[in-house]
Structures are given as structure tokens and as C-alpha cells.
Nanobody, 114 residues
Framework: QVQLVESGGGLVQAGGSLRLSCAAS????????MGWYRQAPGKQRELVAR???????NYADSVKGRFTISRDKAKNTVYLQMNSLKSEDTAVYYC????????WGQGTQVTVSS
């Protein structure tokens, strides 16, 4: 059973930064891709950022230039660095892995106050 554990969420003022972490219970290179998704109240879950096993990345248009996805092979951890946060970034952020994605974390709340 794969476990993905997110951390790093919290309350931040608009313009601030947060870094989310996703620790996996097995090698992150055992997944073809890993990503961060988010779901705001009353909205559908959406892809925020994704990184493939080969290192290719893609981002939602709304976060390009502000968010960066990265990974640490030794720590089996994927990160999401979020800068210049806006109130519309407020959501529960989920880490996901595999095709589909197949595996999901429990989510971490990010709240941006304006």
C-alpha cells in the first residue's frame, strides 16, 4: 500500500510563500508521474503541477511563474514551492502519484488571506 503524506500547508497573507511537501512510502521514481492538485470549496479538483519520471513538468496556467514543483530522490519527497500567493489559491492541496493518478494523499489546507 502506497502512502503519500502532505505537509506544509497553513495560513499566509497574500503575496507570501509556502512550501508543500509530499513524502512517499516508496521511491518516487517508481511512479510515472507525481503531481499536486487542489480543490477549493464548491469547485472541482484541478491539476496544479506535475512532474514526470523523466523530469518534465507542467503547470496550470493560473500558477505558472509562481509555483515550482521539484523532488528529492533521497528523501522520496516531492515539493511545491508557492510564491506570490493569491486569495484564489486557497484550497485543499493534494499530492498524487501514478497513472490516473492512482494514489492520493490526505490533503493539506492552504488559506491565503487578502
Amino acid at each position: 500500500q502506497v502512502q503519500l503524506v502532505e505537509s506544509g500547508g497553513g495560513l499566509v497573507q497574500a503575496g507570501g510563500s509556502l512550501r508543500l511537501s509530499c513524502a512517499a512510502s516508496r521511491s518516487i521514481f517508481s511512479f510515472n508521474a507525481m503531481g499536486w492538485y487542489r480543490q477549493a470549496p464548491g469547485k472541482q479538483r484541478e491539476l496544479v503541477a506535475r512532474i514526470t519520471i523523466g523530469g518534465n513538468t507542467n503547470y496550470a496556467d493560473s500558477v505558472k511563474g509562481r509555483f515550482t514543483i521539484s523532488r528529492d530522490k533521497a528523501k522520496n519527497t516531492v515539493y511545491l514551492q508557492m510564491n506570490s500567493l493569491k486569495s484564489e489559491d486557497t484550497a485543499v492541496y493534494y499530492c498524487a502519484a501514478g497513472t490516473g493518478p492512482q494514489y492520493w494523499g490526505q490533503g493539506t489546507q492552504v488559506t491565503v488571506s487578502s
